[in-house]
Structure formats: structure tokens, C-alpha cells
């Protein structure tokens, strides 16, 4: 036996989790095309989520379904399902008063809050859309273009803000003729509204369960907008049906105990997008848990409310990027009360957004063994808002980082072979059927057969076992070539070299289309510079020219550089740091954090040219 092979069988073992067989039908059709689905029909579901607030309102009416931290003193507020119906059916009352007109949804400026999930389960009583849109695009942009195109695409009838103060700006661009405005803690200057506490007095009459017995599984729940990674965001028709299937998939792949305790999570992804709207929503409203909403970010300055929370929250799944863990792994590895606290009831850990490194993946199991004895699943799903969002996972016990797992029962995945990957595209109950008010991207977006082209590029863990599941190989629109042919993918490419030369680089722009060799524009992270460096106060301009930050900087990259043995779709020849941050107005920013690669390169074509000048500047580093 290898000393890698007795390593491997020392380790600690996974705490259990009941996973649904892979059993996994391969097509292999003769054009080289393969068509993966599960083996096992979709379980039974609700026809839409309304039922699940009212099913635990009368089955478990004491049990808390949302808490979120409140007032001055940040204590935690606290609702039970049966006080969360009450006040659902008295705002689903408020919102039938108004009389809106049909298909006109509801819009919700602000970030998440005990007040946005109440009014959104009344909005689906009273067959209203929901349509909430990132707080950025109010509070961060300066010319609120995208907000402004989204308002007109929509249209809503309803505006709801936690506080209008923040948003007097934004609101003060829209045209809100016709609109009504809503508000939780404070008006907006010069803003007419509706508050959200009268309206949750409200009576409630026989037209709201009237209502409620009309909506289908065809009716259209939510608009989510998608990251404008493309392009302006399109609004993707979310029905009750898409949402409610793909939250039973999430289940059917790791059933639980049904004698078991209700699950807890506490989460900060946001509800404008489809994975905090969808995958960690609804399937928790499903279960009956207990969501605690967490007001912190993983970013310096916010992640500790996170680390308060998990101090005194004990969540039995918990789900996050990348650059969340590390923070968390760095708090824990310093104080053993908030390991134990994390770990105690921890079933199943998952993250998203990119591939999580794999020295963090060891350093969150060593501190599950130190907290429990066993390791954790880290488990992923894959999909868009477009598939609402989920339809494959990685719902078996792997150590291997970067999966993306296989086809949720109810999903059928398409694989076209391009180059040495293939082009992936699903079908299944879960996708959308279309993008509201644009019947031409619609049509676009589906292939002869009904798939969904997705965009993104996969590859088999092993060609000749499809059940070991699918490696995520980037977006295919942002793979480009050299001048001598070879491909770059662009995804992996980016993320090694963040992993590489961590913890210097924040994100980066991989330039090489047309060019002879590989280059990196990165985006210095400030505040692990600033420690790096010793100095708090250090600017973008400080670090991007510190001798530590570039030293570090072209240490990980040649280090990185080595161990791809010279493959030029791997190596990256020159580099060099960025002071401007993405812009979100310039679209290189999306409203989830995500760098827009093409928008990106397009606006910093001065500096892709100072990469590949024939003599380049000092700040352009040369790698060997």
C-alpha cells in the first residue's frame, strides 16, 4: 500500500448523509452528442408555495419560520408560522384592495428582511409577481440606467423599500406615475407611500382565500433578473411550478428523517437572486425550518455579524462562496467556541459562486474533526436563474472540489462536443419558459430540441464512467483562442491564478484572444494587502506598487506557471494590478459580485494594450 493509499484510509469518516442513488441513464447519440438523465421519476410536490405557509401555520404554528436581528440593540426578532400567515393574509388583503392591474408586479428595492419574504408570500396569494432587483442598482449605481431599464421592462404596480431614506435618489429617477410605493422603517423625501405596518393590519376577508384557490402552478410567481453578464439583465419568468419541482429535486437527492428536527440555516445571499431566492428559500419553507437572516457579507467589515451569529446559531446546513469560508475558517481557526457552535448540528455544508481552493476544503475538514471527530460533505448544485436555479448536484460523498455533480431526477442534460469539452443544455420542469416581455431572446435561448443553452462548458471526471459526474469547464463565450489555435479556458485559467497568487488578487481579467501569449489584469485585494504590507490605511495606489505585493503577486503566478510544464493555454506570461475597481454603471460588475470578463476587457482596452506592448511599463510584470 502507497503512503498516499493509507493516508487517504486514516481519515476520518463523513458524517452520514441518506443520498439518492446515481443511477443515470447515458444516450450516446452518433454525432458524439450525450444525453445524461436520472434514472428516477421527480418526486410528488406542492402545486405552490402558499401551501407550505399554510401547512406549518396549522401543523407546527409555534415553530419560528424567519428571525432577523432588529433595533438598536440587535436582538433577534422572531416569527412563527402562524403569525406569518396572519400577516400574509392581511397584506395579501392590502394588495387586493389596491385593485393593481394583472400581470404588473411587485418590486422590491432593498435587501432581504422579515418584511420582504412577507410580502412576497402575500404578492404569490394575490397571484402578483414578484420582481426584486438588486439593492445596487439603486444605491451604488450614479446614473441608475439599469434600474431604470428594468422598471420599464417590468412595469411594476407596487415599489417596496425597507427604509426610503437610502432610496429617495433612485426612486426619485423612476417614473412612478401610477406606481404605489411602499415603506417598512421610513418614508422616502418627497415620496408618497403606503406603510407596510398599516397594511399588515389590514382585515381579511373571503376574497383572499378566493384568491388563493386560484393559483396554478402555471401562475408566474417572480420575475428574477439575471446578472447582465451578457448584456442588460433579462426578467425570467419564475413559476410556482419551476419552483416549487426544483426545490423537491434539492430534497429528493438527500432525503431527510421526517422524525427528524426541522432544519435551521442562517443566510445572507440575497433574494434578488436565484439562489438566495430559490434554492435556499423555498426548500426550507417546504421542510418547515427555520431561516435566520443574516445581515453580515464575507467581505472585512461585515463578516463579523456573520461570526455573532454563528456564535449563537447552530445551523444544520450552511452554504456560501468561497471567500466566506476563508473568512470563517480563519475565525474558527483562532476560537474554538465558534468552531463548535458552527459545527454542532452541521449535517451538510455546500458553496457556490466559484471553485472552492482545495487547501480551504482541508482546512474546513480538519476543524469538523476538531469539533466533531468526522468530516462534512461539501456539496454544490449547478444551474442558472433560468433553471430556477438548481438541476444537477453532487448528492454523493466526494472529497473532489469543482463538480458539478449530475442531473436532478426531473432534468435531462445535453452534451455537445466542442473541442476538448462539451457545450452544456438542460430540460426539465424546472427551466423557464421564457424571458417576460422579450419573445425574441426567448426563442434564442432554447435549441430544435427544447433545451435551454445554458452556456457553460463541462467535462467528464472520467469519459468512460459518466457516474463519477461533470467537472465545470467555464462559459463557453468567454473561451477564446491564441494566435496559434490553442484554446484558453478562460474560467480555469482565472481561477488558478486567484488561487495561485492568493491572498493578493481579488479577481482578475484574462486577456490572450488573437495574442501570442496569456495575460492577467488583476484587481489587488485591499485588505489582505494591507496586512500583508502592515499598513491599515494603505490605498489601492499603495499596494499595486508595494515590492511585498508584487514579490507575492509573481511568486504564485511562476510558482503556478511551473506546474502547468509550459501548456499555453495555461500559462500566464505577463501581468499587472488594477487601482480602478470594477464598475458596475461600466457593466463590468454584475449585482452578484460576478466579473463580466467581455464588458471588462472591452473597457480596459488601454490597458490590455499596455500588457502587450512590445517594450511594457514598469507595472507590468514579466513572468518567466
Known amino acids: 500500500m502507497t503512503s498516499s493509499a493509507a493516508a487517504v484510509m486514516t481519515k476520518p469518516a463523513f458524517r452520514k448523509v441518506n443520498w439518492l442513488p446515481r443511477e443515470i441513464e447515458v444516450e450516446r447519440r452518433a454525432d458524439g452528442v450525450v444525453v445524461m438523465k436520472s434514472r428516477f421519476p421527480l418526486m410528488d410536490h406542492d402545486p405552490h408555495l402558499p401551501m407550505a405557509l399554510a401547512k406549518w401555520a396549522k401543523q407546527r404554528p409555534d415553530d419560528i419560520w424567519l428571525a432577523q436581528r432588529k433595533g438598536e440593540a440587535r436582538q433577534w426578532h422572531k416569527v412563527s408560522y402562524a403569525e406569518a400567515k396572519r400577516i400574509v393574509d392581511s397584506l395579501t388583503q392590502a394588495l387586493l384592495d389596491l385593485r393593481l392591474p394583472e400581470g404588473r408586479p411587485l418590486t422590491v428595492l ?147 428523517d421526517p422524525n427528524g428536527p426541522p432544519p435551521v440555516q442562517l443566510d445572507w445571499m440575497p433574494w434578488n437572486h436565484t439562489m438566495g431566492g430559490n434554492a435556499a428559500f423555498n426548500p426550507l419553507l417546504i421542510e418547515g425550518g427555520t431561516l435566520y437572516i443574516d445581515d453580515g457579507r464575507p467581505v472585512p467589515g461585515q463578516i463579523e455579524e456573520t461570526l455573532r451569529n454563528l456564535r449563537e446559531i447552530s445551523p444544520t446546513y450552511y452554504a456560501n462562496v468561497p471567500a466566506g469560508y476563508a473568512a470563517l475558517a480563519s475565525a474558527m481557526e483562532k476560537d474554538d467556541a465558534l468552531c463548535r457552535s458552527f459545527f454542532k448540528d452541521m449535517q451538510l455544508m455546500a458553496y457556490g459562486g466559484a471553485r472552492l481552493p482545495d487547501d480551504l476544503y482541508e482546512r474546513m475538514q480538519a476543524l469538523a474533526v476538531r469539533a466533531t471527530g468526522h468530516r462534512l460533505v461539501f456539496y454544490t448544485g449547478w444551474g442558472s436563474t433560468e433553471t430556477s436555479p438548481t438541476s444537477t448536484g453532487t448528492y454523493w460523498d466526494t472529497e473532489r472540489v469543482g463538480l458539478i455533480g449530475l442531473p436532478f431526477p426531473g432534468v435531462e442534460l445535453k452534451m455537445l462536443p466542442v473541442g476538448d469539452k462539451y457545450e452544456l443544455r438542460l430540460r426539465g420542469v424546472n427551466v423557464m419558459p421564457g424571458y417576460h416581455g422579450q419573445p425574441d431572446l426567448t426563442e434564442k435561448a432554447f435549441d430544435e430540441e427544447g433545451f435551454y443553452k445554458i452556456g457553460d462548458a463541462g467535462v467528464f471526471v472520467d469519459p468512460n464512467d459518466p457516474v463519477k459526474g461533470i467537472i465545470f469547464a467555464g462559459r463557453v463565450a468567454e473561451d477564446f483562442k491564441l494566435m496559434t489555435g490553442t484554446f484558453v479556458h478562460v474560467s480555469t485559467v482565472r481561477t488558478d491564478a486567484i488561487a495561485a497568487a492568493s491572498p493578493v488578487i481579488q479577481d482578475a481579467l484574462v486577456a490572450g484572444q488573437d495574442r501570442a501569449y496569456i495575460g492577467l489584469l488583476a484587481w489587488p485585494n485591499l485588505n489582505a494587502c494591507r496586512v500583508m504590507i502592515g499598513d491599515p490605511g494603505a490605498t489601492f495606489e499603495d499596494v499595486v506598487r508595494h515590492p511585498a505585493v508584487l514579490a507575492a503577486l509573481k511568486a504564485g503566478l511562476e510558482k503556478q506557471n511551473r506546474e502547468v510544464e509550459g501548456a499555453s493555454s495555461m500559462r500566464i506570461a505577463r501581468a499587472m494590478l488594477m487601482v480602478e475597481p470594477p464598475s458596475i454603471d461600466g457593466n463590468e460588475l454584475t449585482d452578484k459580485g460576478y466579473i463580466n470578463q467581455r464588458a471588462g476587457l472591452e473597457r480596459r482596452a488601454a490597458l490590455v494594450e499596455r500588457l502587450y506592448a512590445e517594450h511594457p511599463d514598469p507595472d507590468v510584470m514579466v513572468l518567466q
Open 110 to 256: 432593498s435587501g432581504n428582511s422579515i418584511e420582504f419574504a412577507l410580502m412576497m408570500m402575500a404578492a404569490m396569494q394575490a397571484r402578483i409577481p414578484t420582481a426584486p432587483v438588486s439593492p445596487a442598482y439603486s444605491l451604488m449605481s450614479h446614473d441608475h440606467v439599469k434600474l431604470k431599464y428594468l422598471f420599464d421592462l417590468v412595469k411594476p404596480s407596487v415599489v417596496m423599500v425597507q427604509n426610503g431614506a437610502p432610496f429617495t435618489k433612485a426612486l426619485h429617477a423612476l417614473d412612478l406615475t401610477g406606481v404605489s410605493v411602499i415603506h417598512v422603517d421610513g418614508t422616502a423625501d418627497g415620496i408618497p407611500s403606503l406603510s407596510f405596518a398599516d397594511m399588515a393590519a389590514t382585515k381579511v376577508t373571503a376574497d383572499v382565500e378566493a384568491s388563493i384557490a386560484k393559483i396554478t402552478p402555471d401562475t408566474v410567481a417572480k420575475f428574477l433578473f439575471t446578472s447582465g453578464s451578457t448584456g442588460m439583465p433579462k426578467a425570467v419568468i419564475n413559476t410556482q411550478r419551476m419552483m416549487c419541482a426544483n426545490a423537491a429535486m434539492m430534497m429528493q437527492v438527500r432525503p431527510r
